[in-house]
């Protein structure tokens, strides 16, 4: 026994597609149509076994599918059944039936509980008792007026959410119209506060630069006076304090200084070139090389490794992550530096790699803070803020640095350039 053939009438892609595999899946063969003109005129090709159809569709509603499909002489035998989710009223159901439907479905429905009233139609037709229109003589005007009545009320209810949803729209517009207005006032007083914030910040840097600058300088100077004046007649242990008082004012300028550095980097604003990382790091790392010619190493740089990124800026912080690297593996027999790329989420990492002395990441979190240093001055040079500028470059590009390492195993860092900060310049 061939399988019975069912039509299926709906105007969304997604309805018919659902349907069409549970019919399918249930033993049945499967017919589709768009609205109910398409249906019909596949039904008058070639008549399928039952038609399942939805009420609200263009051209050819539901409604006036069922009327034509009960007037068709070879159609009117077929059971029908309306499968809706905007009919739902107890009058549209009456209206369904009245016009001929053998059932009146609404959506959404359980799968075993529509199959089961599909097969139970089809069971029912097999009775060969004599289908008859709905629509008896006389009859015509009181179903125009049940089918007109339904379609005025779904119209009605269309309107009043057209309604409800303008009305929620104009509400929602004008919250964001006051949330728009607000957020232009808190821009405006942060913007004032910003500016504000930037003067008082030039005024200390001023301050710093010319009031701190001269006293520091005379210290070192005074000290190294009286060392002269006092030849001969100081103790060692005098001699040491004044020396020391020297080389801690001397010390105390070049942190003014780099403290100056710092600020002057944070107001910056990166100009844009097409970049050969490759490149510059190899002239930074011939440069500190030439400068300790003794010194056994091996570079290894990837080639052709590019950014977009402000030249002077980016040069600045990899002669600070690069002469880092120089500086700690100061110790180790063979200086091994490396330059390399990688994808990552947020666009190109860079890494540069050293294998010296490395250090404990539960300290990690004082790499990028001024003057704070993990190892010992004896053991290293330095003041602390090399790596506080590459992060101030690499944040004014809007991109991140980290670090990974282990005590004596060297130390990697890792950084990102913003993709996004528009077009290089030539």
Same mark, same amino acid.
């Given at each position: 026994m061939?399988?019975?053939?069912?039509?299926?009438?709906?105007?969304? @892609?997604?309805?018919?597609?659902?349907?069409?595999?549970?019919?399918?899946?249930?033993?049945?063969?499967?017919?589709?149509?768009?609205?109910?003109?398409?249906?019909?005129?596949?039904?008058?090709?070639?008549?399928?076994?039952?038609?399942?159809?939805?009420?609200?569709?263009?051209?050819?509603?539901?409604?006036?599918?069922?009327?034509?499909?009960?007037a068709?002489?070879?159609?009117?035998?077929?059971?029908?059944?309306?499968?809706? #989710?905007?009919f739902?009223d107890?009058?549209?159901?009456?209206?369904?039936?009245?016009?001929?439907?053998?059932?009146?479905?609404?959506?959404?429905?359980?799968?075993?509980?529509?199959?089961?009233?599909?097969?139970?139609?089809?069971?029912?037709?097999?009775?060969?008792?004599?289908?008859?229109?709905?629509?008896? #003589?006389?009859?015509?005007?009181?179903?125009?007026?049940?089918?007109?009545e339904?379609?005025?009320?779904?119209?009605?209810?269309?309107?009043?959410?057209l309604?409800?949803?303008?009305?929620?729209?104009?509400?929602?517009?004008?919250?964001?119209?006051?949330?728009?207005?607000?957020?232009?006032?808190?821009?405006?007083?942060?913007?004032?506060?910003?500016?504000?914030?930037?003067?008082?910040?030039?005024?200390f840097?001023?301050?710093?630069?010319?009031?701190?600058?001269?006293?520091?300088?005379?210290?070192?100077?005074?000290?190294?006076?009286?060392?002269?004046?006092?030849?001969?007649?100081?103790? @060692?242990?005098?001699?040491?304090?004044?020396?020391?008082?020297?080389?801690?004012?001397?010390?105390?300028?070049?942190?003014?200084?780099?403290?100056?550095?710092?600020?002057r980097?944070?107001?910056?604003?990166?100009?844009?070139?097409?970049?050969?990382?490759?490149?510059?790091? @190899?002239?930074?790392?011939?440069?500190?090389?030439a400068?300790?010619?003794?010194? &056994?190493?091996?570079?290894?740089?990837?080639?052709?490794?590019?950014?977009?990124?402000?030249?002077?800026?980016?040069?600045?912080?990899?002669?600070?992550?690069?002469?880092? @690297?120089?500086?700690?593996?100061? &110790?180790?027999q063979k200086?091994?530096?490396?330059?390399?790329?990688m994808?990552?989420?947020?666009?190109?990492?860079?890494?540069?790699?050293?294998?010296?002395?490395?250090?404990?990441?539960?300290?990690?979190?004082?790499?990028?803070?001024p003057?704070?240093?993990?190892?010992?001055?004896?053991?290293?040079?330095?003041?602390?803020?090399?790596?506080?500028?590459?992060?101030?470059?690499?944040?004014?590009?809007?991109?991140?640095?980290?670090?990974?390492?282990?005590?004596?195993?060297?130390?990697?860092?890792?950084?990102?350039?913003?993709?996004?900060?528009?077009?290089?310049e030539?």
């Amino acid at each position: 026994m061939s399988p019975k053939n069912i039509l299926i009438v709906d105007d969304i @892609a997604e309805n018919l597609y659902l349907l069409e595999v549970l019919l399918k899946g249930n033993g049945f063969d499967v017919r589709s149509a768009r609205n109910g003109a398409e249906a019909l005129q596949s039904a008058r090709n070639s008549a399928p076994d039952l038609i399942l159809s939805d009420i609200l569709m263009p051209v050819m509603d539901g409604y006036a599918l069922c009327r034509e499909w009960r007037a068709d002489k070879r159609l009117g035998q077929i059971p029908f059944i309306f499968f809706t #989710a905007t009919f739902t009223d107890k009058k549209d159901e009456e209206l369904a039936l009245s016009l001929g439907a053998d059932r009146f479905i609404i959506k959404p429905q359980e799968p075993e509980t529509l199959m089961a009233t599909i097969r139970e139609v089809l069971d029912e037709s097999r009775s060969d008792v004599l289908r008859v229109s709905a629509d008896p #003589a006389g009859n015509e005007g009181q179903l125009l007026r049940g089918y007109n009545e339904a379609l005025f009320r779904k119209l009605e209810k269309k309107m009043a959410d057209l309604e409800l949803a303008n009305q929620r729209e104009k509400q929602t517009s004008m919250r964001l119209q006051r949330l728009n207005a607000e957020l232009e006032e808190r821009i405006r007083l942060r913007t004032s506060e910003l500016e504000t914030k930037v003067a008082e910040l030039d005024a200390f840097t001023s301050v710093v630069s010319h009031d701190l600058h001269a006293p520091m300088r005379q210290i070192s100077s005074y000290s190294q006076i009286l060392t002269e004046m006092l030849d001969g007649r100081l103790a @060692a242990d005098e001699v040491q304090i004044l020396q020391r008082i020297a080389r801690i004012s001397d010390s105390a300028t070049e942190m003014i200084d780099a403290l100056l550095d710092l600020l002057r980097l944070g107001k910056s604003r990166p100009v844009l070139h097409e970049i050969d990382l490759s490149e510059m790091t @190899a002239h930074i790392l011939n440069e500190l090389s030439a400068a300790e010619p003794k010194r &056994h190493h091996q570079f290894d740089i990837t080639p052709g490794i590019r950014v977009k990124a402000d030249r002077r800026l980016m040069h600045i912080a990899l002669t600070n992550l690069l002469g880092n @690297a120089w500086n700690y593996c100061a &110790h180790k027999q063979k200086t091994l530096i490396s330059l390399t790329s990688m994808p990552g989420n947020d666009g190109t990492i860079f890494c540069i790699r050293d294998n010296g002395a490395g250090f404990d990441m539960k300290y990690s979190d004082k790499l990028f803070m001024p003057f704070q240093r993990l190892h010992r001055h004896d053991e290293f040079a330095g003041l602390g803020v090399g790596l506080v500028k590459a992060n101030c470059i690499v944040r004014l590009h809007r991109g991140r640095i980290w670090a990974e390492s282990e005590p004596d195993k060297g130390a990697s860092f890792y950084f990102t350039i913003g993709n996004d900060l528009g077009a290089a310049e030539s």
